[in-house]
């Protein structure tokens, strides 16, 4: 679960780090006018920061949604990832040179999922929320 947690801190700060690169390089996108506009990383960066580090603390804290809200947040990120690389670049890469990285990024992904289903049983859960440490009830 540790493992998990410190990968989701660093997709955070990745996330983070390409937010800081976009507002110091803010006036070079606004003079290149490219598309997508600045704003668009800017809220990507943010939203993927703020998104990785609720994963993460969530997992820390052992709260009974983590596992679905880091899963489903895989998966966006997967998706997000891809619609960027391939239908929001300008000078995209034919898609048969992107096979080896496709193949990578879903294992990952895959990865991450099975992780998750082995971390699930760890979770606390609304019937664990009153027991007392004998089990007795």
Same mark, same amino acid.
């Given at each position: 679960?540790?493992?998990?947690?410190?990968?989701?801190?660093?997709?955070?700060?990745?996330?983070?780090?390409?937010?800081? %690169?976009?507002? @110091?390089?803010?006036?070079?996108? &606004?003079?290149?006018?490219?598309?997508?506009?600045?704003?668009?990383?800017?809220?990507?960066?943010? /939203?993927?920061? &703020?998104?990785?580090?609720?994963?993460?603390?969530?997992?820390?804290?052992?709260?009974?949604?983590?596992?679905?809200?880091?899963?489903?947040?895989?998966?966006?990120?997967?998706?997000? /990832?891809?619609?960027? @690389?391939?239908?929001?670049?300008?000078?995209?890469?034919? /898609?048969? @040179?992107? %096979?080896?990285?496709?193949?990578?990024?879903?294992?990952?992904?895959?990865?991450?999922?099975?992780?998750?289903? /082995?971390?699930?049983?760890?979770? @606390?859960?609304?019937?664990?929320?009153?027991?007392?440490?004998?089990?007795?009830?």
């Amino acid at each position: 679960m540790y493992v998990l947690v410190l990968v989701f801190i660093g997709a955070g700060l990745l996330a983070l780090l390409g937010l800081i %690169g976009m507002l @110091r390089s803010w006036n070079w996108y &606004l003079t290149y006018a490219g598309f997508p506009p600045p704003v668009y990383a800017v809220f990507r960066g943010a /939203f993927l920061f &703020l998104a990785w580090l609720i994963a993460a603390v969530a997992l820390w804290k052992g709260a009974n949604w983590a596992v679905v809200y880091s899963g489903f947040l895989s998966v966006i990120n997967l998706l997000w /990832f891809w619609g960027d @690389r391939l239908l929001l670049t300008q000078n995209p890469v034919p /898609f048969n @040179r992107n %096979g080896i990285s496709l193949v990578l990024s879903s294992l990952l992904t895959v990865m991450v999922l099975v992780s998750l289903h /082995f971390v699930k049983p760890y979770m @606390r859960g609304p019937d664990h929320a009153h027991s007392n440490s004998t089990g007795e009830k």
